[in-house]
């Protein structure tokens, strides 16, 4: 009999091991060989991975299927920026600071948005992103509609300078990993058994004695603030953010990441994001009509390729959640 | 006299103009099996969905073990030992069989909300469940997916998962749903072994089965209850047959 | 506030409340019908008004214009749905997501390659006055078109959906559409039809709030989302419901953007109002779902079985 009788398909740990050591391995390649230009664009693929993994968390394991997503990304990178324009440049306070403000909303919408079902759902996730938005774009104070620019990068202090690419997309690695290995631990957990089993009936969950409501309150919550945090790399990353971070749109954007890199698995919103922006970036070159072709791309992957990327490179799921 | 572990007392639920629950009252006694049969439309499927807390009722009260339950949520029932089977599978499809039952396990042991251990490395929580799907006869199932398995299969798991929670009350419905002769006996032998174990309220069509386990059986018709009484004065009342069972004989 | 003032908002609210009803109306259907989560209904709307533009430049003529561009745009919905969109009726409805958005970006750009990101479109000369509905209240004649159309049309829908054969399948089949097929309606046909006949109506309110809104590449975008609004609220699959909520929406749009910032200054000190009031006016349509939402949380008409 199987010792290790969890069905889980089994991560390769040391798979992940040999991606990070090549992941800071190709930093410094870049750095070194001037071409730190490359080193700011994986950075800024790699925040949207952060945040469409983060999406992940609530759409692929969760099942919940929220069209409001982008406003928590909106709400960390704010958070930050104004904390920054008042003067309060500190790392330390401003990330913390940004998942907990997202941590905050999330609560919010969460209470009375998981009280639906379905599409009603996904309306009122959408609903709430749509007030966030416009509630941020009337604020003059902070640039309303035209956006906030903020004059320098969070501050760590210990002569930590994110001016410097190589020491950005260093931080943003370490907040990548550790948020994957955070929602890796989360889905293996008592806690994450119960998301995964209320993905498959949330009914038959409540009826073994588990309050359904408040998996998936914590569960959006934590979505959030994880979302929260890359909207603080984000802010920091184009030094500056726009209300438009929040539109319904860019949720879709997420969401197709999501779609792209495979939903449920673990790092699929991280490797829908880098082939999302990849082909952005490549057609942009060639075209400025870019979004034809991404589109007709988009297309041809949910027809052929229903789950995705990592469905394409994966055997047949073995059992509860992937990666 | 075996106290009553289930007390149902003058359930009303309307529908608009229908009326699916008709001052039903009754009870279940520790360790009793005690059928509710009817013929369709009389209101079993609401009633039931009102004991295990998924519909609200308009009027009346639910006691269990003594304690007024009539306004708790499901999974509070379900805590206090009142717990349910679908008679339309429901299981976690994606999970194995194993996992199906560990997960019933979990919720009545440990930390619910534990969020950093692998639940992979809990051994007894897996033993517990192995141990259980033994009993129940799917132990070599146990690494299969569990929408994988036949539709027997699935019902007794079905049943199986709900006994997993250590139930004071078991609330049946229609588990033999859709089985062959062969799967029936199974579930039918799984019930009897909880006889005098788990107090039982048994929802069924399969009158043989009926006949053979039940200690008690209440009569629903119309929303009400026509007749309550030990198997052999239910078979000869004149008025169940009349309503209901004749239907049955000749079917 | 006035009288004047007060119908004069009405009347905008209702001209803004028709036009919504046209995209919601075949939002409902296709949500309702075929379960399909189709965000590219805004896409036709758009096609709808950049070709009315391009050939009321042509012919000289907004009429000519929208008379051509309507079955166009429906001729353009029916091959999409036909090709694209039939292959997503049994997938999820993240598959369908994606896929639709993916429509979005092609034909926003799509349209950008052929037209640029914008066109001109006027409203026609002979309706650019004033017209005297009571004494001291002056209303824009195009604006008395656009209520006259739209009015038009729902009388229309609800002629067809009450009255004919087709309406009742559509009736049929969306409260429950395993059980139309099963009683033999072609389904499938009658989709097609029930589609070209939403983007027709996303076309004409194209046609019509183009010289109102501006011709560019993205109104599809801001309207979408109303509509959806508009059906959540309305109940799914429900045609009344769609009517009903459309005209509800327009109101609270159009009064929210009107009263509130004036309240705001009334009550509270201008820096504070300045913001707060615009704020307040966007997401009021947005709290009014929640709100509806709250209380009857599968919408005010819902038909789903």
């Known amino acids: 009999m199987n010792a290790n009788p969890s069905s889980t398909t089994f991560t390769k740990p040391w798979l992940w091991c040999l991606l990070m050591a090549l992941a800071i391995g190709l930093g410094w390649l870049m750095q070194s060989q001037g071409m730190s230009f490359y080193l700011s664009m994986l950075s800024r693929m790699m925040i949207y991975g952060l945040a469409a993994c983060s999406l992940n968390l609530i759409l692929g394991y969760g099942g919940l299927v929220s069209f409001g997503h982008a406003a928590f990304v909106g709400i960390g990178a704010y958070t930050v920026g104004i904390l920054i324009t008042e003067g309060v440049p500190s790392g330390w306070i401003g990330f913390p600071a940004a998942m907990l403000v997202s941590a905050l909303f999330a609560a919010l919408i969460g209470a ?92 038959r969950t409540e009826a073994l004695g588990f309050a359904v409501y408040r998996y998936q309150m914590i569960l959006f919550v934590l979505a959030g603030a994880i979302g929260g945090l890359s909207g603080a790399l984000m802010v920091n990353q184009q030094n500056y953010v726009n209300p438009n971070l929040m539109h319904w749109t860019q949720s879709g954007v997420l969401m197709v990441m999501v779609i792209l890199g495979g939903v449920g698995t673990l790092a699929g919103g991280l490797w829908g994001a880098l082939l999302l922006l990849t082909l952005e970036d490549v057609f942009a070159e060639y075209t400025v009509h870019w979004q034809f072709y991404v589109g007709w791309i988009l297309l041809a992957v949910v027809l052929m390729a229903p789950q995705g990327l990592a469905g394409l490179f994966k055997r047949k799921p073995k059992g509860v959640g992937h990666g | 006299m075996a106290d009553a572990v289930l007390q149902v007392k003058s359930l009303v639920k309307h529908f608009g103009a229908l009326c699916a629950t008709d001052h039903v009252s009754l009870d279940v006694r520790a360790g009793e099996i005690h059928a509710l049969i009817g013929p369709n439309g009389a209101g079993k499927t609401s009633l039931v969905a009102q004991l295990s807390g998924l519909l609200a009722s308009d009027a009346g009260q639910v006691l269990f073990l003594n304690e007024d339950i009539t306004a708790m949520s499901a999974h509070q029932r379900v805590r206090r030992g009142l717990v349910r089977s679908f008679q339309i599978t429901r299981l976690f499809k994606s999970f194995t069989v194993r996992d199906n039952v560990a997960l019933a396990v979990q919720a009545r042991t440990g930390n619910a909300y534990s969020f950093w251990k692998p639940v992979a490395a809990e051994r007894a929580l897996h033993d517990e469940a192995q141990a259980i799907l033994h009993d129940i006869g799917l132990a070599e199932r146990a690494d299969e997916l569990a929408q994988n398995l036949s539709h027997g299969e699935q019902r007794v798991l079905e049943v199986g998962l709900a006994m997993a929670t250590a139930p004071k009350l078991l609330l049946l419905d229609e588990p033999m749903a859709g089985t062959g002769p062969e799967e029936s006996q199974r579930i039918v032998d799984l019930i009897a072994g909880l006889k005098n174990r788990v107090a039982i309220l048994l929802v069924e069509h399969d009158m043989e089965a009926v006949f053979r386990l039940a200690d008690r059986i209440s009569v629903l018709v119309n929303g009400a209850v026509i007749a309550c009484g030990a198997p052999h004065d239910i078979r000869h009342d004149p008025m169940v047959i009349a309503a209901y069972l004749g239907e049955e004989q000749s079917a | 506030m006035t009288w004047i003032l007060f119908l004069e ?289 599968q919408g005010l008409f819902s038909r789903r079985s």
């Open chain 1, 112 to 203: 009375i948005s998981l009280r639906t079902r379905g599409v009603y759902f996904i309306m009122i996730t959408l609903a709430f992103a749509q007030m966030v938005y416009y509630l941020v774009n009337s604020v003059k104070a902070y640039g309303g509609d035209e956006g906030l620019n903020i004059r320098m990068r969070s501050d760590f202090g210990f002569g930590l300078n994110l001016k410097n690419d190589l020491a950005f997309y260093y931080l943003v690695l370490l907040c990548l990993a550790l948020s994957l290995w955070f929602m890796h631990r989360l889905m293996h957990s008592r806690f994450g058994r119960v998301v995964l089993a209320q993905r498959d009936d949330d009914v």
């Open chain 3, 9 to 297: 908002q009405s009347l905008n609210g209702l001209q803004f409340g028709l036009m919504l009803f046209l995209l919601a109306s075949g939002l409902t259907l296709v949500f309702g019908i075929m379960d399909m989560i189709n965000l590219a209904h805004g896409a036709l709307y758009m096609v709808g008004a950049f070709l009315t533009a391009w050939l009321a430049d042509m012919t000289h003529s907004f009429l000519w214009g929208v008379l051509l561009a309507v079955p166009l745009t429906a001729v353009f919905g029916m091959v999409l749905e036909s090709t694209l969109l039939r292959s997503l009726y049994r997938r999820d409805h993240m598959s369908q997501v994606l896929a639709t958005f993916a429509l979005i970006l092609i034909i926003n750009e799509a349209v950008r390659m052929v037209w640029g990101s914008d066109l001109a479109l006027s409203a026609p000369a002979a309706l650019s006055g004033p017209v005297e509905l009571l004494p001291g209240l002056k209303y824009p004649s195009y604006r008395l078109l656009i209520i006259g159309v739209g009015l038009a049309l729902a009388l229309f829908l609800y002629l067809v959906v009450t009255q004919t054969r087709m309406g009742a399948w559509v009736r049929a089949g969306a409260s429950n559409r395993d059980m139309a097929m099963a009683m033999g309606i072609n389904i499938q046909r009658l989709f097609t039809l029930v589609f070209g006949l939403g983007a027709a109506m996303c076309a004409v309110a194209g046609a019509m709030l183009g010289p109102l809104l501006a011709v560019q590449v993205g109104m599809g975008e801001s309207i979408l989302i109303l509509a959806f609004v508009v059906i959540v609220i309305g109940g799914i699959g429900s045609i009344w419901g769609a009517f009903v909520g459309s005209l509800l929406v327009g109101f609270v749009d159009t009064f929210g953007r009107t009263l509130l910032p004036h309240l705001f200054r009334e009550l509270f000190p201008p820096q504070v109002a300045a913001t707060a009031g615009p704020a307040a006016a966007s997401i009021m349509v947005y709290l009014l779902m929640a709100v509806v939402l709250f209380i009857r949380p």
